[in-house]
């Protein structure tokens, strides 16, 4: 009896849900009838999953690479998942802000400690030479990455370090988006010119990126932390977490591009040319980009000496 009356309730429910549809529940439920049980493969689309992988070339390991970089770019869907929910939310409250910072985490150190499938995973001399098939395509081209630190901070914290003071948030986010300090890292400094990777870039991604910079115009994940009472902005687990994904972001994550790119990169004394164009001695090292989300966090120690130990590590590891 309780069955029937629990069953009863649902049905009343349903009518309540689908009466401003202009169906009645009846055709619903005849279509429910008619639908096939939906199975594990097609709910994720697995087939279609699994065809996404198409090498340039017949070097076994290239799939390899192409999945990683397939995966990294899920887990940034992931990470910008958790930011618009919290760009979103008006509440302050405290134990929702630190939770999706806690899964912001959770995705980046994944990450980080996957990353050994891209510095050991592969054989260097496969890839030296099926690298030469994806020119000039190259992981700076990551939109999600910029799109993750636009919703992180305000873009006046995202101008190359060498001019960031000379800018603030009063500046125009037109002024601000072109300092921006990645496309130094696509830039011969000596003539100005720009790679074809950044003109790729910036022609299919610029107009997004602007966008959403306005968007989140003081209501990046910086602005709502500064923006809580002082009760909660100096909760010790809060800015734990922020100083977390920070690392994470700014230290920790390039330092796995670092390690990766020296090891496949680095021939003896010389250089090998990431195949974007990137400079990346010059362009990956977080001591020499200094990109910080959330200043406020730090001692001026702490960020005079952003991942200086870093470099040494990479560099000088009879440093260590």
Same mark, same amino acid.
């Given at each position: 009896?309780?069955?029937? #009356?629990?069953?009863?309730? =649902? ?20 279509? *429910? ?19 996404? =992988?198409? @090498?340039?070339?017949?070097? @076994? ?11 990294? #770019?899920?887990? !940034? ?18 134990? /929702? /802000? ?16 996957? +990353? ?17 098939? *994806?020119?000039?395509?190259?992981? +700076? ?60 870039? #910036?022609?299919?991604?610029? @107009? ?7 968007? %989140? ?11 809580? @009472? ?6 010790? #687990?809060? %800015? ?28 003896? $004394?010389?250089? %090998? ?14 001591? !020499?980009?200094? %990109?910080? +989300? ?6 001026? =120690? ?5 991942? $200086? ?12």
């Amino acid at each position: 009896m309780k069955e029937r #009356e629990g069953i009863d309730s =649902q049905i009343q429910k349903l009518e309540e849900k689908y009466k401003d549809s202009g169906q009645d529940l009846s055709s619903y439920l005849d279509g *429910l009838l008619h639908q096939r049980y939906l199975t594990y493969w097609d709910y994720i689309n697995l087939d279609t999953l699994l065809s996404l =992988q198409q @090498p340039r070339t017949y070097f @076994p390991d290239e799939e390899i690479f192409i999945m990683y970089h397939q995966i990294t #770019e899920l887990y !940034f869907k992931l990470i910008l998942h958790e930011q618009k929910q919290l760009v979103d939310d008006k509440s302050q409250n405290l134990d /929702f /802000f630190i939770e999706k910072v806690r899964r912001v985490n959770s995705y980046y150190e994944a990450l980080i400690s996957s +990353f050994k499938i891209m510095i050991k995973g592969m054989e260097r001399e496969q890839f030296l030479q099926y690298r030469m098939a *994806l020119l000039p395509a190259s992981g +700076f081209q990551s939109a999600q990455f910029r799109m993750i630190e636009i919703y992180s901070t305000g873009l006046e914290n995202l101008v190359h370090q060498s001019k960031r003071d000379q800018f603030t948030d009063l500046n125009s986010i037109e002024e601000l988006y072109e300092e921006i300090y990645w496309k130094r890292g696509a830039t011969d400094l000596a003539t100005g010119e720009k790679t074809l990777t950044l003109k790729q870039f #910036e022609y299919r991604y610029t @107009p997004r990126l602007i966008r959403i910079a306005k968007q %989140v115009h003081n209501n990046t994940i910086y602005h709502k932390y500064l923006q809580l @009472p002082e009760t909660k902005r100096y909760n010790k #687990e809060l %800015v734990q977490a922020l100083k977390t994904m920070d690392i994470n972001a700014n230290v920790n994550w390039p330092l796995m591009h670092m390690g990766s790119a020296h090891r496949y990169l680095a021939k003896d $004394k010389e250089q %090998v040319d990431a195949t974007g164009g990137t400079n990346w001695k010059e362009y990956l090292p977080p001591s !020499f980009q200094k %990109v910080v +989300f959330f200043p406020e966090i730090y001692s001026k =120690q702490e960020l005079n000496n952003w991942g $200086k130990q870093w470099v040494d590590h990479i560099f000088n590891p009879e440093k260590k």
